[in-house]
């Protein structure tokens, strides 16, 4: 299963944090303190994974964002590769050519995709348009619903 | 006084999320930032407290955003509560939300939102049911999963497939969690295997992954299914392109994974299994577009699962030959896969991994750490007797260039493997010198030990490894173990450093006095330690045995290393001062070349111990800063000090059996029996000690003693311990005792070997000592053996015992000599042990 889930800028800013096991606040900072020192300190040209305790990293770099998954030993590396890659096409066909300011502004929206995407670190749902099926309709959930229409402003 | 108005909250209006966002964004410091989140946390505090329901998601929004920055959050914990237990949905969605960001199973509060999700999950509208399902799987603890296991287990059979598949991973989560709730969500998986819906079918699919995965019962319940995850697969595989669930050209590559990771799990060790899903492993190995990634994902996992189980061959070298195109792949993490895979294949399928090779060893020249890294242990595995030269050409290569920290697994990869298949002992021997050469500083400690060794048991390379050794230490005097090895060598063979120079190196033309002044730079470095120091010390010593001009120069350093502050250092130059001033005579005897000394080899797991190993039956109650609470213990002291062991012998092979064989190393020789008679040196009530002599033709200076002890009385023998020492110029070496207990009535004696060399062809005196337990008493038993030489005299050995309460029963035997050479000064008048020893035994 995948452990969590992080998406960071090149700067090292958080913009988002999934985590699917249980851990203080305290482990969750020092775990993304050190892995973003990690990961940002690798080359361009590097593989995608690297070990790091006891878990394997995923990450890749879209534009300024690293998505950085944590998978267990029997996970399939290249299949998580897949997974970022379902994600950021569900961001962008939502919020249509997603860039790093989307998921900033709309932070909760990137989490109830990716909800709606992979559920206690498995994937729940592999077509892409049942996923963003699923988002539309809770959106139009929202009250009150005159504001719900296109992106939604808290 | 009239009332304030308002509090100030109202002037500065809370704001909204988004534009608290461009304000945070907006902050130039850092201090300008906490300063807007500090106002902004206020406010949300102060809404909080007044309970405005309708803000309320916003301002727990916009704490959510602050928490993400790293701010604390912990005042909205009840705030989530509140959202989620209220009707509205937006309220939920954001009260769900914030409760698996600040809600972990730790906190207090986790637990009140139990019964909100049990309400959802029970009377809510579809969507609702899944945020519960959702906050449920991420952060359920396990009390919560054992509450709402049976509201799940309802939610399975719904028809909505939005709710069914995330119950399924929900009923995941909670068997990871408790593990006995196995038993509820066990029975509904066959059917849900039956579902057309993909999303179930992953969820059913990773639900029965994870049952199989705790209980062997379940696994062999659920090999029955293996038919029927073979169709699937073959649907996805045959049915071709779907635009709803393909990617890159390969259908559903998720659900194509999650199946063949389930059929590895039950295949494993089951014929019946793995044979009905080989045709589909080969067709999807076969038919899969590998031209994306995603068609490698489902390629690798069929590759890892046809090595898990019992494939029919042909499949396992297709898979071998798989992950070889994959060596070859231009994509980084493809190859990193492949070599992972590999490494786990190389003990089963070696051959099939061999043919790989070269393409493995290309990869050592990677410039990404993980991949190198990856292709080194691969590598090593798979170095063999018939590529060692090739390969450690190559690794050797490696080894220079390698980041820091792979430098050490290289260097200690090389030498294991060098120490398993070197053809020649000079390949050996280069190959050490050159991985001491480049990455000296992160070799294993046991190497040099293993290296002196190797060195000194290669008695035609020593002038070859003297000569190359010196000229390495000239040009480079950091490399701490290429430093320590060197010295010891200088100092065993330096006399061959003068001589005439060897065939196969070039002339070396080296004074006396250079290799002095070599030897004292190294003394004087600051980069030496001080067990390079010690090296140094002794290899000087020795050279004033080896070579002919004058001392003066090594007394000189000798002594003033007298004074030097290290304690080590100090104590050897205090020793070999007196050497040159008391015991000149001695000199010559005592800086003698090391005597051959058995190998552990490559199984002897601590061979960097030796130096404690063969002298542990004499050390076991001494250390060198101890006052000689005993002159028996200084005895030994001097002996082992003095015996050049300044160098850690190389590990002695403690086996009293095999040591003889080896040591005479002419397999076909039994060791000759010289003609010298055994003599008992010991009866009383019914034990019996008796010696035997061999000497051995080879070595005449050599003496093997073996000490039986017999008992045939009535009561057995125990603790029993029997030590020996013998006069300065002699070196004696005690072999673990074959026990300690000699049962009563003639059972199995206890033997214990000695071996004592004589170089000087002295008259051999020995002292022997006892210590037992016997008819409930301890026994202490002291005696001399004289002239134990080429022929063994029948010298009078006198016995005297003392009687021990049994309170102090575990006394081990010290061997004293009572009649001792005035030169040894510590051992002048010898108190006993323990107690008066009466000058006649009441026994005797």
Redesign the interface.
Known sequence: MMQFMLLFSRQGKLRLQKWYVPLSDKEKKKITRELVQTVLARKPKMCSFLEWRDLKIVYKRYASLYFCCAIEDQDNELITLEIIHRYVELLDKYFGSVCELDIIFNFEKAYFILDEFLLGGEVQETSKKNVLKAIEQADLLQEPRHEYFNVPVY | MPALPRPARMVLPSL???EL?QEI?GAKTQAQEREVIQKECAHIRAAFREGDAPQR??QL??L??VH???YPAHFGQMECLKLIASP???DK??GY?GAMLLL???QDAHLLITNSIKNDLSQGTQ?VQ?LA??TL???G?AEMCRDLASEVEKLLLRPSP?VR??AV??A??MIRKVPELSDIFLPPCTQLLHERH??IL??AV?LITELCERSPAALTHFRQVVPQLVQILRTLVISGYST??S?AGVS????Q??VL?LLRILGRNHEESSEAMNDMLAQVATNTDTSR??G???L??TV?TIVDIRSASGLRVLAVNILGRFLLNND??????ALTSLLRLVQSDHSAVQRHRPTVVECLRE?????SRRALELSLALVNSSNIRSMTQELQGFLEFCPVDLRADCASGILLAAERFAPTKRWHIDTIMRVLTTAGAHVRDDAVANLTQLIGGAEELHAYSVRRLYNALAADISQQPLVQVAAWCIGEYGELLLSESYEETEPLQVQEEEVLMLLEKVLQSHLSLPATRGYALTALMKLSTRFQGDNNRIRRVVSIYGSCLDIELQQRAVEYNALFRKYDHMRSAILEKMPLVEHGGPQDDEPGEGKEQPWSPKREVQSPTEPPTSNLLDLLDLLDSASGDAQPPPALDLMPGGSLLHLLDLPSNTPSLAPIPGLKVFDREGLQISLSFVRPPETPALLLITATASNTSKSDVTHFVFQAAVPKSFQLQLQIPSGDTVPAQGGPPITQVLRVLNPNKAPLRMRLRLAYNHFGQSVQEIFEGRNLSQKFTQDPVYHRGSKEDTSTSDIRILVFLAELPTSFPYLHSPPPPTGEIPTACPHL
């Open positions: 909204k999320l988004q966002i964004r998601h916003r929004a916009k959510l955003y993400m920055l790293g509205r949905f937006t969605r954001v939300l972990d199973e730790r969507p899944g399902l959702c799987s991420t952060t603890s939005y598949k995330k991973l929900a995941v989560h993909h999303g992953m969820g990773t709803e669930h990617v559903d590559p998720f659900l994974v999650q990771k990634n995603a490698n994902a489902v690798y996992e890892l980084k993490n493809i190859r990193y896969v410039t990404d750490a993980s991949l």
